[in-house]
Every structure is written in C-alpha cells, then in structure tokens.
C-alpha cells in the first residue's frame, strides 16, 4: 500500500471540508453574482496540465491498479485517459486537471491533498508556467485586490484566456504587480515589452491565473466596450482590501496636485463606449454637428475631443436630450462604486461627471467619465492613508480623451 492509501478513510471529513471550504470562498454580492475568493487546481479548466513532484503519479496509478487489478478498469472507472495513463508508467510527471481529479476520486483522496505536491501549472509545452503555485489561490488579500485594480484599469485579461497583461509608464507600478502576482500565485517570469513613449508592459501567460482572476468577476478583452463592477469581494471586503484596490486604481489612473507637499486634490478618468444603438439618425447628426477639436497623441494618433462644458453640458440637454440620456446612461457601474467605496473609507464626497466626448479615426464615439476629489482636507487624508507619492514620482501620461 502507497502513501495515499491511508487516505481512502477520511470520505466524509474531505466532503465536510469541501462544503465549508464552498461556503467560505465563494458566494453572491447584494446584487447576485458570483465571486470565488479561493481557487484550488481542481477548479481549473479541465485541460490545465498539473506538474507534480517526481514518483506522486506512478504512486497514484499503481494504487489504483492495486484496487482494479487491471490498467483498463482504471481507465474506464477513474475517466482517466489511456494516453495518460500510458505516459505516467513511463515516468511523466504531469497531468490534466481532468485526469488527476479522476484519479483522486476513484482513490477517494482529498483533491486538496494533491497542493502540496503540485509543483508547476501550465500546459503541455511549459508544465512550468507557473512555478511553485502557491495553492489553493487566495485573491481576498491586499495583493489580490491590487491585482484586481490592475487588471480592471491599466491591465486587462485576454480574451482567449491565455494572459494577464499590465502597462504603465512607472516602472514602480509595474514592480508593484509582479510582486503581486508572486505573492498570489507563485513564481512566473512574465514577457517584458518597453515601448517607446516609456511604457513597460507585462504579460503574465498563464490561463490559470486568468481562470482565477475571471472567478472574480473581473472582465475580459476590451473592457472600454463592456459595462462592469468592481468585484463582489471588494465591494465586500474589508477596509484592508477596499484601500489596496482604491490605491492601486489611483497609481494607474489617478493624478493629484500637490502645493508644498500638500495634496491639494485628486481626480481620474475612465473611458467607456457611447452606445449608438440608443441614437436616431437626428441625435448622430448633431453629435458631428458639435465643435470637435483635433489634437494628437504621443503615439502619434490623432484624437477629436469634445470637452464637456457646462455651456456644451446645456446645448445638449436643451437641443438634443436622447443624446444627452445616452451620454449619463453610458456612465461606468464600477466609477459608481468605487465613488462609494471613498465615501465610506474617507468620508469624502467625490463627484463623477462625463468630462469629454472624442473618437479617434478608428470610429467610435467615447465618454470620458471623470472621479474628482476636490475638498483639499478629504484629498489629503485620502492621500496619507493610501500612502500616495508626494510629488507623484512619474507624470502620468493622459489618457486617450485628454490633449
């Protein structure tokens, strides 16, 4: 008998723990979605592939013949491929997450027995994506939420699945996410990418830590073209957590001015999609009927910026006000929370208003929505405990509706 055959006699303790686990880590928000807090491997795509300690899966196969007496019964009774199988007696040290989950519950083992003996997550090609994974995966921390303000504002989740990717001028911020990522996940060395306007950017290829991140809540692709919320588990979360998220945002979006030292106010920016579907043929031909100003950005990309003054605020309500309806409707939900979250950390009141209309000559109308912290007393306390950089070590490159 192996070292797991002992294991065969704690069934209802391990379905206990998984039920208390389940109750735990995952759940609904006051608005009903879902979030999961702790990822372990069995709650990876199926085909992820596990790279274990050298001798675990010969172990793991021989209980199993030992129980069936035929390599054929372990494959049709444990769902375990006969590829796999075939590859783990001539000494592979790697497996799907589907196979190993078979494996584990033919043997009646604890799936979560199998984290400490995963050393690698990744694919056929690289087992070792993700080295040292730090298992089960647990986002509800500081370094979790930074994470998910990275991915929510200068990141991004691919939509394929296969990476995390984060830029930013300020190659502190960028330390500050890998760092992060270390901490949450294990060791990965993420493909570095400097461009020529100063950015660094990052990309974390691993569908794993995507799948983790995506448990969250978070978006994927182009999120300029979705509407979304700050995760359930930080809406939720502690005041530990809501204030490494508010931070995270503020390094990657935020600008302040400072008067000798002295933070003086706070703002940021988002940009969101102008939904056209919602406009008549009238409402598009006033839209190009208003003043655009042409200017280009460093990249070299020419941008036609409409800035929402009050006067422009009262042409529209007044001349065109489905345009106008579509403007506010277009406002971004996690701009709206996250304007809760300062209220309730801070007792700030912060003010969120559309600032611009642009489009580039890709097409496509944009709002750029605008977070302003101007109370003097609220942006400084805001900045003394989210422990902003006075001055701000790096200038922020303006976003895409800025000149």
């Known amino acids: 008998m192996g070292q797991f055959s002992h294991l065969r006699n704690v069934e209802r303790r391990y379905e206990r723990f998984c039920a208390e686990a389940s109750e735990e880590v995952s759940g609904k928000g006051s608005e009903g979605e879902f979030h999961k807090a702790h990822v372990d491997w069995d709650d990876l795509g199926e085909h992820e592939i596990l790279h274990l300690e050298h001798g675990v899966l010969q172990e793991l196969v021989e209980e199993a013949v030992e129980k069936t007496s035929s390599m ?53 090609r690289n087992p070792d994506a993700l080295e040292n994974p730090h298992l089960p995966f647990d986002v509800n921390t500081p370094e979790g939420a930074t994470i998910i303000a990275a991915a929510l504002h200068d990141g991004y989740l691919r939509s394929d699945g296969t990476a995390f990717s984060y830029a930013n001028k300020d190659e502190r911020n960028v330390e500050t996410v890998e760092e992060a990522v270390k901490k949450v996940f294990g060791d990965m060395k993420p493909l570095e990418e400097k461009y020529e306007c100063g950015v660094k950017r990052v990309d974390f290829m691993s569908c794993a830590i995507v799948d983790v991140l995506e448990k969250t809540g978070l978006p994927t692709g182009s999120k300029t ?73 460093p990249t070299g990309a020419l941008v036609y910026r409409l800035r929402l003054t009050k006067e422009v ?15 506010e409707e277009s406002k971004p ?39 302003v912290i101007d109370e003097a007393e609220d942006a400084r306390r805001i900045a003394e405990e989210l422990n902003l950089p006075i001055p701000r070590h790096e200038e922020r490159e303006e976003n895409s509706a800025e000149c």
């Open 72 to 124: 054929l019964r372990v494959q049709e009774e444990a769902g375990v491929s006969r590829k796999a199988l075939h590859a783990i007696e001539k000494g592979s040290d790697i497996i799907s997450v589907k196979n190993l989950k078979g494996l584990c519950d033919y043997l009646e083992i604890p799936r979560w027995e199998m984290d400490k003996h995963i050393i690698g997550i990744g694919s056929s």
């Open 225 to 297: 073209k979705q509407r979304f919320h700050v995760p359930v588990l930080i809406r939720e979360g502690d005041e530990e957590l809501q204030k490494a998220y508010l931070r995270q945002t503020l390094m990657d979006e935020g600008s302040w001015r400072e008067y000798k030292g002295r933070v003086e106010d706070i703002d940021y920016t988002q940009s969101t999609y102008l939904d056209e579907d919602k406009l008549t043929d009238k409402d598009m031909e006033f839209l190009r009927s208003l003043e655009f100003e042409e200017c280009e950005m």
């Open 313 to 327: 605020r009262d042409e529209i309500m007044s001349e065109d006000p489905n345009l106008w309806k579509a403007i």
């Open 333 to 371: 939900p996690n701009f709206e929370e996250e304007r809760e979250m300062f209220e309730k950390l801070f007792g700030a009141h912060p003010d969120v208003h559309p600032r611009d209309i642009y489009y580039t000559e890709k097409g496509g109308y944009k709002v750029s929505w605008e977070l």
